[in-house]
């Protein structure tokens, strides 16, 4: 439960470090991996768009 207090300090961390990272040579794409079947679409359809 006192990890849960940190959540939002944890999802801004995690987007500033998406955000100095990611180039346009070297992406980073964010999948939602609830079921196994969706994430591979979303890879399959990034990887087709390059």
């Not at 207090?5 to 801004?12: E, K, P, S, T, V």
């Not at 992406?27 to 196994?36: G, Q």
């Not at 890879?43 to 390059?50: D, E, T």
Request: aromatic share 18%.
């Amino acid at each position: 439960m006192r990890e849960r207090a940190h959540w939002d300090d944890f999802q801004q961390a995690f987007s500033r470090v998406l955000s100095a990272t990611s180039t346009r040579w070297a992406p980073w794409y964010v999948v939602p991996a609830d079921h196994k079947w969706f994430p591979r679409v979303c890879a399959a359809a990034v990887r087709l768009a390059w």
